[in-house]
């Protein structure tokens, strides 16, 4: 192999060699940049269930409000709680029930109830899960009752995550409350994972096991969340409310899916939301990360082809072919010309060897030896 072809050779062989490790460096990157956008998509996720919980709670609240000041509705709790013991409930608290239910439907809301002064529910209307609660022990009722102001928090009936807010009457001049309550259903769930690509599940951790109470995965996918979940209590029960954003690996199904875990706000440390980046989200960045990249290492290989091939030209390919030459003068044949493109090192030292030679050639030993045939170097 001639020394253009070992050089053509080395270079390739060097541009291969920096093209694989551009290629590690940048699976490397892809991993880096995988991994934040992914904790960023969950934390956008997280943010976008954080505030459309603050919107509810607001309008329940606000809604709550209006309803605690209708005067047709305090007149008949204040009528039912001054009751005798003796007499029957049931009889009394009728209209309640009837002004509480006219106010629920009116607003929209899925429950209402009133609670007498020690928190316990008086009448409920619409959902029966509040009628399944001892509300007396509930911290957000112990809060609306010792601070006189309105209260919120997200409860879970078993089979669904409710927003329920509790207004104190003490205005009306008597001590008593009234609760409602709206439920956080899938329907928002799913707006939000619209708009942030990112499936969404609300779980309840609970004395019996996990249980998923909304989700925006199919009925396949939600059961096997399910199971994960019962796999993975311990752990996800320590993510929530971790300062720091969690990412695991979690297999749904076949896929592999990447999972956060985040603290529902206003909720027990016992609700957690699970919030998952679909696998085709890596695929989907592999695929416009690896063309640019494929054609930045094709362009480095080819921009190391054409600068070795410039460089043979005006050095490593006269420097060659004035080492063969001056092999030739050194058996005596000083008629040469050694010749070198442009103006750079090779042209330097061409000249050079043409003078040595010129003199050489001018004090020939013995004088009057004929001249050799010139050889031109192209």
Do not use: C
Not at 313 to 328: F, K, N
């Amino acid at each position: 192999m001639n020394t253009q072809w070992k050089v053509l050779a080395f270079g390739m062989v060097a541009a291969i060699l920096i093209a694989a490790a551009a290629a590690s460096i940048g699976a490397w990157q892809y991993a880096q940049v995988n991994h934040d956008l992914t904790g960023r998509l969950l934390a956008t996720a997280d943010a976008l269930v954080v505030q459309a919980g603050n919107e509810r709670i607001h309008h329940l609240e606000t809604v709550s409000a209006g309803i605690a000041t209708n005067p047709a509705l305090v007149g008949a709790i204040e009528g039912a709680l001054k009751v005798d013991a003796g007499a029957e409930r049931a009889a009394d608290v009728g209209p309640v029930r009837d002004q509480l239910e006219e106010r629920r439907r009116d607003a929209g809301l899925a429950a209402a109830a009133a609670l007498d002064a020690g928190g316990k529910t008086l009448v409920a209307t619409g959902e029966t899960f509040l009628s399944s609660y001892d509300y007396a022990v509930l911290a957000l009722v112990k809060q609306a009752r010792s601070t006189s102001l309105p209260a919120s928090a997200m409860i879970s009936d078993g089979k669904g995550m409710h927003i329920v807010t509790v207004t104190p009457l003490a205005r009306a001049g008597f001590d008593a409350s009234l609760l409602t309550a709206e439920g956080f259903d899938e329907k928002r769930l799913r707006t939000i994972t619209a708009i942030s690509k990112v499936e969404l599940a609300l779980i309840v951790f609970s004395g019996d096991g996990p249980h998923v109470q909304s989700s925006t995965l199919d009925a396949a996918g939600t059961q096997a969340l399910a199971d994960a979940a019962v796999a993975r209590q311990a752990t996800w029960l320590g993510h929530v409310g971790a300062r720091d954003p969690n990412q695991e690996a979690l297999d749904l199904g076949g896929h592999s899916w990447t999972a956060g875990v985040f603290a529902v706000q206003r909720a027990d440390r016992n609700t957690a939301l699970v919030a998952l980046v679909p696998p085709t989200f890596a695929s989907d960045l592999a695929n416009t990360l690896s063309l640019p990249l494929a054609v930045a290492a094709g362009a480095a290989i080819l921009a190391m082809a054409v600068l070795l091939w410039i460089h043979w030209r005006r050095t490593l390919g006269p420097i060659s072919a004035m080492t063969l030459l001056a092999e030739r003068a050194q058996r005596g044949d000083y008629a040469l010309n050694f010749k070198a493109p442009g103006g750079g090192i090779a042209s330097r030292l061409a000249n050079a060897l043409n003078r040595i030679l010129g003199q050489l050639d001018r004090y020939r030993v013995p004088p009057g030896t004929p001249r050799r045939r010139a050889t031109d170097s192209r």
